[in-house]
């Protein structure tokens, strides 16, 4: 096996049982790695009948052939699983450093079934497996957990691993890693699924190593292009002032969520940017494997009541509009207070920020009280106020039960009044990005396999400038138009698919690596020579396969939709930055491209196109 180590790890933590799987080559050319082959084995082992938080559910670890090499922006791994948080396919992807140790200690990746009857942690190194005892860290917060395997270990390694939060089985739990730097798989709920199978981590380490097709070919071809990549303007832009950089642009746009996505107004934009960030209390910049931009912010705040302790992690752009502007809050102590919140606890910033900003609305329109709110004044900007909410969510404390539960347990509960305000799809809280901003995102938030997802198209950045000449597309689309949007959108999710997949960060598609030179890189690690054209088909194999699976869970086309506020103007002003995106007609044409029937559900003859008869 080219690219490959060959083997997956199969743990079943209810017997103990520890088993070796070989990865054949014909399975790994169908669905390559990553989210694919994380997709393939979440259908193979779970079903529409599968409760996510009983021990039959699989959590399931990926790397996939360009982990563990030199190609741009390639230490990622990706966990899926049937999320607890909307009870479909859900999946998050991470980066950091652990996908190439997980690759070294002997393995392209991890499923995991059953439940430990205690904290357990596995241990993974060169290709020998050990369950041991994590009931001393138990409890502990994803900060202090990393420490104290650190002092625990007696060789060199990587971990991943859940605080507070997944342990107490908060809907959108998180799997962390690196400290207090923070890399995280962030969404669908991974961590409440491996909480509740008594699962604090998994360490991993070793020196495996692995053939690649075309070794010298591949140093060259990375050698000649990094500095290439790492002066794109995107780049420079990025690693100078980290992924917010861009906050206050896109609040002129009508992008950016404002008061629970009720308003379009917020003057304090740029005092929590990233550039605010980098003038104050940035400290470094943090690189994942193989990165040549570092885009990971590391800040210190020195004294006041929003001090941390020591330097850690800073917010990125999607937890500083959630945290921030979602809220009112323009005080960037307070959101990189909440954003340390979220990663100690282990939760998802996006979901998080969601669940206090509907409430801050339900509050203030009179549509829950104080009393239910255990006594909390939650205003819009209060950022003390949302602090102490986000303890008690991370807690599982009074109300902050119901509010990790997301936001649609939160409208089922308050009514349907408040359900209207929840900002989610098929039960997963939006992206810092709108719907009404651009037509794109609309369309693809509604047919994404995890819910409502900015990154299963990145189209939010491509109607917004980005070129995809290879693709198609010379010029950036008109963010309002809709005409041939269905098709663009196709294209980017089998684009984005197989990022998940090989996988690499998607920041190298918007830093000037185009889909000819992701495919060069792909071949000279795998030898596999598939052309654009393949790259991208097996992409939609990979897509309609999750959507197969989420066909089994239900989902038809009644939840391929948005909530009523994003599909009607109903924001003062807003006029010229929304518009009401005309959702049915672009899923007519979406269905139709896509191969399936009028209730969005692959045909038989796509699945025969795509080998994937056996899941229908």
Known sequence: MIGYMGFILKVDLSSGTIDKEVLTEDIARKYIGGSGLGAKYLCDLTNGNTDPLDPENALIFMTGPLTGTKAFSSDRFQVVTKSPQTGIFGEANCGGKWGSWLKRSGFDGIVIVGKATKPTYIEISNSEVKLHDASELWGLDTFRTDQ?????????????????????????????????????????????????????????????????????????????????????????????????????????????????????????????????????????????????????????????????????????????????????????????????????????????????????????????????LDGLDLKWGDGDAAIAMLHKIGKREGIGFLLGEGTKKMGEHWGSEAMDLAPQVKGLEFAAHDPRAKMGTALSYATSARGACHMSSASSNFESGFEMPDMGYPESPDRFEVEGKPEFIMKLQNFTTMFDTIPCCKFMAHNGVPLKSITKIFDMVTGFSLDENDFLETGSRIFNLKRLYNVKCGITRNDDTLPKRFLNMTIEGAEKIHKEPPLERMLEEFYRLRGWDEQGRPRSDTAKKYEIEEYI
């Open 148 to 372: 104290n395997l650190k002092e625990i270990a007696k060789n060199p390694f990587e971990a991943v691993y859940i605080g507070p939060a997944g342990e107490k089985l908060v809907r959108y739990s998180v799997v962390s890693s690196a400290g207090a730097h923070a890399r995280v798989a962030a969404r669908s709920g991974c961590g409440a699924v491996m909480g509740s199978k008594n699962l604090k981590a998994i360490v991993v380490g070793g020196n495996r190593k692995f053939d690649i097709h075309d070794p010298a070919g591949l140093r060259q071809y990375i050698k000649k292009h990094a500095k290439e990549v790492a002066d794109h303007p995107i780049s420079i832009a990025i690693r100078d002032a980290g992924t917010s950089c861009g906050l206050a642009d896109l609040v002129d746009m009508g992008n950016v969520p404002i008061k629970n996505w009720s308003s379009v107004s917020f003057p304090g934009a740029d005092k929590i940017d990233g550039f605010e960030m980098r003038d104050t209390i940035l400290t470094n910049k943090y690189y994942c494997g193989s990165c040549v931009v570092g885009c990971g912010r590391t800040i210190e705040i020195p004294d006041g009541k929003y001090k941390t302790d020591g330097k850690i992690g800073g917010p990125e752009y999607e937890s500083a509009a959630l945290l921030g502007s979602n809220l009112l809050i323009s005080d960037l102590g307070a959101v990189c207070k909440l954003n340390e919140l979220c990663n100690r606890y282990g939760m998802d910033t996006i979901s998080a920020g969601s669940a206090i900003g509907m409430a801050m609305e339900c509050y203030d329109g009179g549509l829950i009280s104080k009393t239910e």
